[in-house]
């Protein structure tokens, strides 16, 4: 199956790169480009794209809007987003996930990084993001302010699996992984996973991981070694 890309960002010369690498993919093709926010969430509707490449800083309606109303349109449940990010501005990396992104990367990615990505986020298959930028997700989410935790009560409803398989997925670890730490099928990690996303209201996996971090169920730090 080709994943149907969609390319938002201000600046068209990046686009054209972006284009350019990605239409060169036999399993992957532009079907769009977008110079802003709004574009991009129209655009979102109309092509049906399944991985918006999504800048954070865009005219009019910037990348963190347009993730967030393209995480809130159920007919958009299908549709993927992997925001771009800079060093300079790693605290919207959290803002993004927590706005519906399925993960990030940073610009200035390797091209085979930012294929790999697509094609896992694509495939929903994990957060996204260097052994850097995790202990980024981790330091923010463990300096929010106390009202903004969720209640740890609200793991209440998941099984014991679920829970485990649930912080596995949160230290970055794949379903191939997770299933040889625990002896069990990837299948059966998969199904464990989209229980528990379900029980949460979890859209995607990316959306596990914070809700795992908010609770307390993954404290800051913490890695899947």
Aim: hydrophobic share 50%.
């Amino acid at each position: 199956m080709t994943i149907r890309v969609l390319l938002a960002d201000d600046q068209a010369l990046l686009r054209g790169t972006f284009r350019l690498l990605i239409d060169a993919q036999p399993d992957m093709e532009v079907v769009a480009e977008a110079s802003n926010g709004r574009e991009a969430v129209g655009l979102a509707r109309s092509e049906r794209a399944d991985v918006v490449v999504m800048d954070i800083r865009m005219p009019e309606v910037d990348g963190l809007e347009a993730t967030r109303l393209i995480g809130q349109d159920e007919d958009l449940a299908g549709v993927k987003v992997l925001v771009l990010t800079t060093f300079e501005v790693d605290e919207f990396v959290v803002q993004a996930l927590r706005a519906g992104a399925s993960g990030f990367l940073g610009k200035g990615v390797e091209p085979a990084q930012l294929l790999d990505a697509i094609r896992l986020v694509a495939a929903d298959e994990a957060l996204l993001s260097p052994t850097a930028t995790k202990g980024l997700i981790a330091r923010f989410l463990a300096q929010a302010s106390p009202g903004a935790l969720s209640d740890p009560e609200r793991l209440a409803t998941l099984t014991p699996r679920e829970r485990e398989v649930m912080t596995l997925v949160a230290t970055g670890l794949s379903n191939d992984l997770i299933a040889e730490r625990l002896f069990v099928t990837p299948v059966t990690v998969k199904t464990h996973a989209n229980r528990a996303m379900a029980k949460l209201g979890a859209r995607d996996r990316a959306q596990l991981v914070v809700i795992a971090y908010e609770t307390g169920l993954v404290r800051a730090g913490e890695t899947s070694s």
